[in-house]
């Protein structure tokens, strides 16, 4: 009986161990089983769509609150309390500063990313036009944020392949590129994408003209890059050219309204050429916080929007010929009202379900006047949540960054 | 197993015995060590075969049979006692532990070993020292009660989480906690930080949170803890060792009549220290003066007289309470020679010191023995536990105590009506804090089945075959409600409700075989196996906004709930094996090898080895020493060297997942990191010296560790230049891979001395230990300019860890003073908002009164004449020097008294929380009362008028004239008041840098034990009733609430960063415990 224990026991044991030993690797082989990895995905012509798509908001979400403060509080538009950029006392460690340049190379990664899983990853049975198409949509995404990254910070470096520059350990040795030939990227950049993009792609979505009215911003900038109050001539004859060839070819034409460019149910408006895509969701990043940095304090339902105590500078009411001492407004300008309230002003396409946005009944009720400028934000504010769901205090919003008519008002210039 | 076979022949014998009748004596056995009865134990009559065993109430009667009888009292982990009858009939015998006998068996991984055998660095915590603290995870229990061992509470709150690192901190791994053991079975977490349980960023941003996965564990059921330091007694843990691993035994069964206790404490705690903050009067003196710095513009007319206001609200006796707790244990154990069984039940309930924070247990566990057949033996451990929390964020800058600090004291807590007051002003928003802590809800529930089965075949008698299945089957769920209310006029319209519930299962299965053989004096041990693991997670949660009330919290009455959901698995496969070799007590060695697989890695690299060898020399057990034994009784040297592994990454580092971002085209998947197919194993090479003496006959005991360990190919994220893309925010960034790109070092040297002072009557014993840690990052990545950064709440770098340099020291500038006057100004380094036309303003640049920092550098690596960047330096480690703990116990008749003190030197505190208590930015927020003393200006020439033109600019005051203008206290330390700070003075500095160093008197236990007489009375065998007081007093220079303080929550690779850290409480408790 002992004799039998043993020799059954040990038997067990060999067996168990080696069916341990041959079904080892199989039981330690585990990739990711609730997600796709890069290896499964890319399969078909939406999947390799989906993978741009959020390179048209949350890589840039950093940036955007950024750069708000650069393009509109340190030229003097905005009036933001104590912020360094009105008062230009930006620190090199300024926390704005850092987070937009990571931002900007965030984008840069993975634009240069999806190229290279596009080319090594996609399935068979993706079409050869939509490698292009989605390839040429992050290289125009990639030509933005260089473009920003040359006029904010100046010399760059220029990553072409991230996995490439780890793969050979030289990411630390990068040097940076002068700015001429930062911009000479961008416009090969973007002469690539022009190649790669269809005439027309699906609404929202980048097309060759997209990259042709970039372009046609980037050579305007460089033409002025390294002069004094002169402009390089042959740069502006290309960015008249492209200019052009976007107003006559693209089939494009502006909202007859100006501040309806900057409502929702324009989202995808023929007018912009290259535009973010924000959205409400959870995903933290997917969202526009614009409604949240600019807003006045009680503007939503969520307490979320704390910008009422900053607002559009004296300055810029008095190019738009208002004064905020004084209660009757002059509405020169459509753009004013569109760009900020003021006492008076009245907005039926905000607060729609409780028959619009009384400016001043709003701060009567709440007894608080925020602005110390006698105006806020009204451009890239949705409302409350009558329109559309904006959970955890951030709103979704298209930003155009590229518009039909900036070309125009280029091309006059 | 020999004893019980001991004790059975010794039941046969004394029946055949009994009929032999002569003579009749009677008498009792008590234990020594709590005055207990003792059941079981052997009375023999000395060279007879005669005996008998005590009954449960420790008595026993005999007839003897020879002339001169003497009778021998004997028990298992007890000294025997003989005793010559003489004329006696009746007899009170009093056994005592035997130290040597019971330290002698001790858990390792895999096994037990003999402690005389160990060559290994292991240390034994025991009951006593468990039941010694007043805690609620038995983690806490290791505090400073071992040497090596760096322990830190996370936080105060009830049941938090304790950071330990076993030899000093050996890898930048989010997990640098230790392995733990429980019975043999790992103890699973399911992460650590608040978003592992579904909590989002409610618990702070950090991979460490407060909360525990040891919480889940009733302390009371742990006999012992076993520490393994060394690479030589980890190995055998292989790939999981690398951080130390603590061996948890829990109770098991006794033989004999059900013995019941019954364990019960109340105590009541509370937070002693209070910060330095402005009572109302100096609030509004420091207003006004501000404001007449400010041409009036932040004018409060109801400050007008400030000695009129009385102290207002005192936000920090708002937010903290006295709390009670308390906490019952009863447990049975039992049984026969053949089937043990220990089974207990225990609740807990604990408020926390900071308002609407508690923590509740319940526990149950069943322990049994059996042994079926001679040859085979079958156990099961098992517990089961309910745990339920309301957690809040005590730390950080949303952090409830750095919040409610802020909130000036002229806010009232609630209005007229009695509802919570808020104000809003001018955009500084201050949530009613205690609105917050009592209305946003942050619950968590825990349970927990957890334990194995085992059986133990010895076919014959060297061979032990043990196979084991272990399992841990946890269930979570987490809950944040944020309900829709108005305090004051604020107001949020829309409330949020999220549930998650997790669930993650755990199983391992492991087989092994020791053959234990004796040959002369050669002594062997061989032991093989095999072990299996595998864990399983999935969870499931809803959110939604704009539930119909705050009443019912289910997200799903939401408008648009949200889904979450996700799963997963890991697995590890292993091989290992042991020898042992012992030469007539004199010579020991041992080696083990393991070899790991883990699913965490790819193809490439999945496997890996690991081998550790031990020796160790008895040198007093040598004839030439065996003169000396009268003074040296025991002396041994060990050595030993071992390899140990990480795998601690979380799956799939090897390849590149996608994850999904939404996007205004519709859904999108954005790659979520960088892969690197190549990653791998990473190793610890560990080298240990130590020497065990003991003198007097065990009356003095010293244990000495010498160690240096370094950790190679360091497992972490690829540190890339920001560039490439894979920086600033983690909800948005391409993740840069992982990698094996680091090496560490630790080396240090640990004490351990016990003292048995007095012995007599009087007892009096010291335990004393004490660790010195060196910390040095050896390498990173091959290149000179990478680091290892860590943040203060979001991007803020605050550590920077430079190759050659201690992990995670401060990083920033070192202040020289304050500017005087325009003279200093010009005559100083030129800080970056120095104005180079020469035009200074107040509001924009650097002003008189502004802080000057050190020119410590520049480009050229000498100082420039510039204050920037490059004059950051290291300001200070937050790294302990040494660490110290130490237990005196006297003992007198009934009466114990216990002193635990504990403490750390030489380490600095980074008081994250006083940069925003004093930054003196907004006039709307309190601040710490040291800014009344801050640099105060005052005109040079107070005649001189105004307007009047300075460089070219109209100035209207003496303020606003740089000519004019000086600091009134040259000394101060503080800057001056200026709301945009254009100088920065808040930036990070050494003027936030303090002296971490403390001195605790942790606990204060005196008790005392009924004598036997009165409680047998009341048919109880034992009662001791006790009183303990915790966290006494603190000796230190810290200003903050509690300068003990760890990972920080917010950021990887932070220590002693306070953010408004949950402090200890000071704990008062009685307790009582029942035997019968």
Redesign the interface.
């Known amino acids: 009986m ?1 004799r039998f ?2 020799i059954s ?1 040990y038997l067990i ?1 060999t067996i ?2 080696s069916f ?1 030993f041959v079904s ?2 199989e ?13 499964n ?1 890319y399969q078909t012509d939406e ?1 390799c ?6 390179v ?4 840039w ?2 940036f955007q609150r950024g750069f708000f403060k650069i393009g509109e509080v340190l030229s003097g538009n905005y009036y933001w ?4 950029y009105l ?3 930006i ?3 300024d ?1 704005d500063l ?2 937009m ?3 900007l ?6 634009c ?3 190229i290279e ?1 596009i080319d090594l990853k996609a399935g068979k049975d993706v079409k050869e036009s939509t490698k292009n198409t989605v390839k040429g949509e992050a290289l125009v995404w990639k030509a933005m944020a260089y473009f920003y990254l040359v006029r904010c910070f100046g010399e ?2 220029i ?1 072409h392949n ?2 490439a ?2 793969a050979s ?1 030289n ?2 040795n ?1 040097y940076k590129a002068t700015i001429p030939n930062v911009y000479d990227y961008i416009i090969m950049t973007l002469e690539k994408a022009i190649e790669w993009l269809p005439a027309s792609n ?1 609404p ?2 980048i097309d060759r003209y997209s990259a042709y009215g970039l372009l046609s911003k980037v050579y305007l900038t460089k033409s002025g890059y390294g002069m004094s109050g002169t402009r390089n001539a042959s740069d502006l004859a290309k960015a008249a050219e492209y200019a052009k060839k976007v107003i006559d070819e693209s089939g494009r034409s502006l909202l007859p309204v100006y501040s309806d460019v900057f409502r929702l149910k324009n ?1 995808f408006s023929e007018e912009s050429l290259l535009a ?4 409400v ?6 969202q526009n916080t614009l409604q949240s940095d600019l807003g006045i ?2 503007f939503d ?3 979320a929007t ?1 910008g ?2 900053a607002g559009p500078s004296v300055d810029l009411q008095q190019a738009f010929g208002e004064n905020a001492l004084s209660l009757t407004r002059n509405n020169n300008d459509a753009r004013r009202k569109a760009t900020m309230m003021m006492y008076g002003d009245k907005y039926d396409y905000f607060w729609v379900d409780k028959g619009g946005f009384d400016y001043t009944q709003f701060a009567v009720k ?3 006047y ?1 602005s110390a400028t006698g105006a806020n934000e009204v451009k890239h504010l949705v409302g409350n ?1 009558n329109l559309e ?1 904006t ?2 205090g951030t709103c ?1 919003r ?1 930003r155009p960054l590229v518009r039909l008519c900036s070309l125009a008002l280029l091309r006059t210039s | 197993m020999r004893n019980i076979i001991l004790l059975c022949t010794a039941l046969l014998l004394s029946w055949q015995i009994m009929a032999q009748e002569s003579r009749r004596v009677t008498g009792t056995v008590i234990d020594g060590n709590d005055n207990t009865a003792m059941i079981g134990v052997n009375v023999i009559e000395k060279g007879t075969g005669n005996g008998t065993v005590t009954k449960a109430d420790g008595s026993f009667a005999i007839n003897l049979t020879s002339k001169n009888p003497v009778l021998i009292f004997s028990s298992l982990g007890y000294t025997s006692v003989e005793e010559v009858v003489g004329n006696r009939t009746s007899f009170k015998i009093v056994l005592n532990e035997d130290r040597k006998t019971l330290g002698e068996v001790v858990v390792v991984g895999y096994g037990t070993m003999k402690k005389s055998d160990l060559s290994g660095a292991a240390v034994t915590v025991g009951e006593d020292k468990i039941k010694g603290s007043i805690i609620t995870n038995l983690d806490q229990a290791l505090q400073g009660r071992v040497a090596g061992v760096n322990s830190v509470m996370t936080s105060g709150a009830p049941g938090s989480s304790v950071s330990i690192r076993v030899r000093g901190q050996s890898t930048i791994n989010s997990n640098a906690e230790p392995l733990y053991v429980i019975d043999g079975v790992i103890v699973q977490g399911g992460g650590n930080s608040g978003a592992s349980f579904g909590l989002g960023d409610a618990l702070g941003n950090g991979s460490t949170s407060t909360i525990s996965p040891l919480s889940t564990i009733n302390p009371s059921d742990i006999v012992s803890m076993e520490i393994l330091k060394d690479a030589s007694a980890t190995a055998i843990y292989g790939a999981q060792g690398s951080n130390g691993v603590v061996l948890i035994t829990t109770k098991k069964g006794k033989a004999g009549e059900a013995k019941f206790s019954y364990e019960g404490l109340f105590g009541v705690q509370r937070q002693a220290a209070r910060i330095d903050m402005m009572n109302l009067r100096e609030f509004a003196e420091y207003s006004n003066s501000v404001s007449q710095e400010s041409n009036a513009k932040d004018d409060r007319p109801e400050f007008l007289d400030p000695t009129l206001l009385g102290n207002g609200t005192n936000w920090q006796d708002a937010i903290f309470q006295i709390a009670p707790m308390n906490q019952h244990q009863i447990s049975a154990q039992g049984g026969t020679d053949l089937i043990k069984y220990y089974v207990s039940g225990s609740y807990m309930n604990q408020q926390g010191t900071i308002i609407g924070t508690k923590f509740n247990r319940y526990s149950f566990r069943a322990n049994l023995d059996a042994q079926l057949k001679k ?1 085979f033996k079958l156990g099961l451990n098992s517990m089961y536990s309910m745990t339920h929390e309301r957690l809040g964020l005590a730390d950080s800058d949303e952090g409830i105590v750095k919040y409610s600090l802020l909130t000036p004291p002229d806010i009232p807590i609630y209005d007229l009506d009695g509802n919570y007051a808020s104000v ?1 002003r ?2 500084y ?1 201050r949530i009613n804090p205690i609105a917050m802590a009592m209305d946003e809800d942050i619950l968590l529930d825990r349970n927990k089945l957890a334990g194995n089965i085992f059986a133990e ?1 010895n ?2 008698k060297p061979l032990v ?1 043990h196979t084991e299945l272990g399992f841990d089957i946890g269930g979570s769920r987490g809950e944040r409600f944020e309900p829709a209310v108005t305090y004051g ?6 409330n ?1 409700s999220s549930i998650q519930n997790n669930i993650n299962k755990f199983w391992q299965f492991k ?1 092994y ?1 020791t053959y234990s053989g004796k040959v002369d004096k050669h002594n062997y041990t061989a032991m093989l196996g ?1 072990e ?1 693991w ?1 864990s399983n997670y999935e969870y499931e949660g809803v ?4 539930l119909p009330s705050n009443d019912i919290h289910n997200p799903n009455l939401g ?2 709930p ?1 889904i ?10 292993s ?1 290992f094996g042991r020898a042992t070799y012992n030469y007539d007590d004199r010579y020991m060695g041992t080696y083990t090898y393991r070899r790991d ?3 965490n890695f790819g ?1 490439k690299n ?1 496997w890996a080895g690991f081998h550790s060898f031990a020796s160790s020399w008895r040198f007093t057990n040598e004839e030439f020493l065996k003169s000396i034994t009268g003074v040296l009784n025991n002396g041994k040297i060990r050595f030993g060297w071992g390899q140990t592994g990480n795998s601690n990454i979380g ?2 580092m090897w ?17 979520r990191n ?2 690197n197919p190549y990653i791998k194993w990473e190793t610890q090479e560990q080298w240990n010296l130590g020497i065990d003496l003991n003198f007097f006959r065990d009356r003095i005991g010293l244990v000495v560790d010498m160690y240096d360990k370094t950790s190679k190919d360091m497992l972490m994220a ?1 540190q ?10 983690a ?4 993740a840069s ?1 992982y990698g094996n790109y680091g090496t560490i070092n630790n080396k240090g040297v640990e004490f351990t001395l016990n003292t048995h002072n007095l012995t007599g009557a009087f007892k009096w014993n010291t335990e004393f230990q004490m660790s010195f840690n060196k910390n040095k990052l050896v390498a990173l990545d ?2 000179a ?2 680091h290892i950064e860590g943040y203060g709440q ?3 770098v605050v550590t920077i860890t430079n190759v050659g340099d201690p992990l995670y020291n401060f990083y920033g500038y070192k202040v020289v003073g304050v500017y005087q006057d325009l003279d200093d100004l010009k005559n100083s380094p030129k800080p ?2 120095y104005p180079s036309n020469g035009v200074f303003d107040r ?3 650097t002003w008189v009164g502004d802080l000057k920092y050190a020119d410590l550098s520049g480009p050229e690596g000498k100082p420039d004449g510039k204050i ?2 490059y004059d950051r330096t290291n300001i200070g480690s937050p790294m302990p020097k040494f660490n110290y703990g130490m237990t005196n116990t006297f003992n007198y008749k009934n009466f114990d008294l216990s002193v635990f003190i504990n403490g750390t030197y030489g380490n600095k505190v980074y008081n994250y929380m006083a940069m925003n208590l004093s930054s003196m ?1 907004s006039i709307w927020d309190n601040q710490l009362k040291v800014v009344t003393e801050r640099a105060l200006l005052e005109p040079m020439n107070a005649t001189k008028t105004y307007p009047a033109v300075i460089n070219g600019v109209t100035v209207y005051n003496w303020f606003e004239d740089i000519t004019n203008v000086k600091v009134s206290n040259p000394s101060a330390t503080v800057p001056r008041a200026i ?2 700070d ?1 100088n ?1 003075n808040n ?1 990070i500095s050494d003027r936030y840098i303090e002296d971490g160093s403390y001195l605790r008197i942790k606990n204060i236990t005196f008790g005392y034990s009924l004598p036997a007489k009165i409680s047998r009375q009341w048919k109880v065998d034992n009662i001791r009733v006790y009183a303990n007081i915790q966290n006494l007093y603190t000796f230190s220079k810290y200003t903050g609430y509690d300068p003990e303080i760890g990972a920080s929550t917010a950021s990887s690779n932070v220590y002693g960063l306070d953010n408004g850290r949950y402090p200890s409480p000071q704990v008062y408790s009685f307790g009582i415990n029942l035997s019968f």
């Not at chain 2, 909800?731 to 391409?734: R, V």
């Open positions: 002992k224990n043993n026991k044991f168990l161990i341990g080892c690797e039981f330690l082989s585990r990739p990711t089983e609730d997600n796709y990895t890069v290896d995905f999947q769509f989906q993978a741009v798509n959020p048209y908001n949350s890589p979400y950093d309390g104590s912020s360094p008062t230009f006392t620190n090199s460690t926390e850092v987070n340049s990571a931002s190379w965030s984008v840069n990664a993975y240069n990313g999806i899983n760059v470096p990553i991230n996995s520059e780890i350990g990411y630390n990068v699906q929202g979505r989202n973010w895509h924000w959205v969701s959870n995903n933290w990043t997917s304090v009680g339902e969520y307490g704390w009422g105590y709440s007894m608080e925020q949540d769901r959970p955890s979704l298209r | 040859w809003v001018e955009g928003t075949i076919p014959y075959w006029n604020w107001s949020r319209k829309s949020s087989n075989l095999q299996i595998e959110s939604s906004t704009n408008s648009d949200q979450n959901t996700g799963f997963g698995s890991s697995s590890m496969a091989f697989g883990s699913s193809p999945r799956s799939y390849g590149a997942a996608i994850a999904k971002m939404p996007s205004g085209l519709g859904l999108g998947y954005r790659q960088l892969a690829l890339l230049p920001s560039y490439m893309g894979t920086r600033g925010n909800s948005s960034a391409l891979p091959g290149t300019s990478a979001w991007s803020d970056e908002k509001y924009n640049t920037d960047t930015t709301a945009n254009p920065d930036r």
